[in-house]
């Protein structure tokens, strides 16, 4: 089955304390991509990785970091995290590069507060 | 504008009853165009696609009129287990090459 692993799930932060939200995939897919999730504005990509060592930015890069050292694995990073950045998270395997009947699986999500 | 747009709802209907929800687009580039189901504070996950000819999937039929930019999702004979937000998507092509996803509609059953 596959699966979409991401931790923390909830999370309660101060502003500007680094955190790490991990995500890994048990598919060996080259494409994730994190989201995030807001009152009606649907889902926006943050970053995607289309492979090893390749990433890109979504429409809403700025105050994330992200990197995909390995296919498994790929992190999202809040080096300064601000208020704004209260929302809740999804990381995903799959996407647009590999759509012919492919599906997107979103982790279970992560919700983050930034007070 | 927004590149997909639904109306938030919520839908509010009975058991049984037929309830159709639109989106549209604003880019006739799209590609391709599918269905997310999101249960209440989960993961969104994968109804249907949405082929040009129109396609059903037991009590849910997809439509797509790519003159109007926008596809459509009926469900019939509603049950309870139906309450969920729907997420409209669409595959975006042409060097833009990404997935643009509504803000979804709220659907509730009640008995």
């Known amino acids: 089955e596959a699966q979409v692993t991401q931790n923390p799930r909830y999370l309660i932060t101060v502003t500007g304390k680094k955190l790490t939200v991990t995500c890994s995939q048990n598919m060996n897919h080259e494409y994730m991509s994190w989201y995030r999730q807001d009152p009606g504005l649907g889902l926006r990509q943050i970053y995607y990785s289309m492979n090893v060592e390749v990433t890109d930015k979504g429409d809403v890069p700025e105050g994330y970091k992200v990197s995909r050292k390995e296919k498994r694995n790929f992190p999202l990073i809040l080096e300064s995290p601000s208020p704004n950045q209260t929302s809740l998270y999804f990381c995903a395997r799959g996407g647009p590069a590999e759509y012919s009947g492919n599906t997107i699986y979103f982790g279970e999500g992560s919700w983050l507060t930034v007070v | 504008r927004k590149e997909v747009e639904q109306d938030p709802g919520p839908f509010n209907v009975p058991e049984g009853a037929t309830v159709a929800f639109n989106c549209t687009y604003s880019?006739?580039?799209?590609?391709?165009f599918f269905w997310y189901r999101q249960d209440c504070r989960k993961e969104p996950k994968l109804l249907m696609s949405v082929y040009s000819s129109g396609n059903e999937d037991g009590r849910f039929t997809a439509q797509l009129n790519r003159a109007s930019q926008y596809i459509s999702l009926l469900i019939r004979d509603s049950k309870l287990s139906d309450s969920a937000t729907y997420l409209c998507v669409v595959y975006f092509s042409g060097g833009y090459n990404k997935l643009i996803f509504g803000a979804g509609t709220r659907l509730a059953v009640h008995p």
């Open positions: 880019n006739s580039a799209s590609q391709s």
